[in-house]
Every structure is written in C-alpha cells, then in structure tokens.
C-alpha cells in the first residue's frame, strides 16, 4: 500500500468510540513500526515509551528489538489511551460484549491476531482497496515505504527484526523500479 491508501483506510475508522481509537491506533503503530501481528497482540502498556516513542518486543526467535513511531502513531496511541479507564495490561484490548465481565484475567482481555486481520480488512474494504490487505500488508508497506525513501537493506532488516538479510531482500524489487525510473529520467 502507498502513503495514501494507508490514509484512506484511517479515514474509514469512526474514532468517536473507544474501539474506533484503538482501531486507528493499530493501523497506524503497524504501519509506522513494522511490526507483526503476534508483536502487536503481545504488547503491553507499560512497554511504551511515548516520550521517546518507541517500544521493545520479543520477536521470532526470542529476539528482543526496538520499534519506534511516528508523530501520527503517537497522537493515535495518545487519543487511544486517553479513553482507557482500566489497568489492564495489554496495550490493546477487546471491547466485544462478552469482555465486560470484571473477573476476566488481562490476557483474556487482549485482542487476538484473527480480530486484528479482520479489523484492517474490513477498513480496507471500506476504503475501496480491491487489493488484498491484511495486517502484514501494513508491514511490507512499511518497509517498502523506508526503502523507497531512501533507507539501506540493513537499516530495514533491523526495524523489522529480520535475523537474516536474504528475508529483507524481498523488498529490492521496489528500490530496482526506483533505480530504473531514475536512470530512465537522466540517461536520455
């Protein structure tokens, strides 16, 4: 997805409820940070830091690894939270019905990758995006969107916690058209 196909999902998101805040605080953070769905389910609260917006996460392998975000991904965190009157862990939470027992343990509480994957399908669907998009779209946009940009192989391999760089490599095709448009633009 482009920069304004990821726009066009967050504007579908009606944030005048809890679960549309948490909503566009999921898309956003996956975009801005490349992380995976399971990272994403498995965070906590008090392992962000807004101040310096960033988070850690154990990813494949039991690798622990940094995640920063952005000032969009921020301010959606930030709105999000605001709406949280409980002290529940996980930094995502289910608002469905049958959550609004008060004995159920945090770990219930948390959303799993299935709501996750639906929650961003529906979003794209609303937003008109024929293609297929599910949470780990997010991710490849994200590394996409840094490679276009100018950032190196293993700058990426590290945002998104690749052990292997042949992993990231899957990426180059972008960067190639990249360098063939620019080579097109000065060598005629």
Not at 156 to 164: K, P, R, T
Request: aromatic share 8%; charged share 30%; hydrophobic share 35%.
């Amino acid at each position: 997805l482009n920069s304004y196909e990821i726009i066009q999902i967050l504007r579908q998101i009606d944030c005048s409820n809890p679960s549309g805040m948490r909503d566009k605080a999921i898309i956003a953070l996956i975009f801005a940070s490349g992380l995976r769905v399971s990272e994403l389910c498995s965070l906590n609260r008090d392992k962000v830091n807004m101040k310096e917006r960033q988070f850690s996460v154990l990813g494949k392998g039991k690798k622990l690894r940094i995640c920063y975000f952005n000032e969009l991904a921020e301010e959606s965190l930030k709105n999000y939270l605001d709406t949280r009157k409980d002290n529940f862990s996980p930094l995502f939470i289910n608002y469905s019905s049958n959550m609004k027992n008060e004995n159920l343990d945090d770990e219930k509480r948390r959303l799993s990758r299935k709501s996750i994957a639906d929650m961003v399908r529906k979003y794209a669907r609303l937003a008109g995006i024929l293609k297929r998009v599910v949470p780990h779209t997010l991710r490849h946009s994200f590394a996409t969107h840094f490679l276009v940009h100018g950032a190196d192989l293993r700058t990426v391999q590290e945002l998104l916690g690749h052990s292997s760089i042949t992993s990231t490599q899957i990426y180059t095709h972008v960067t190639n058209e990249r360098l063939k448009e620019q080579y097109k633009k000065f060598s005629d």
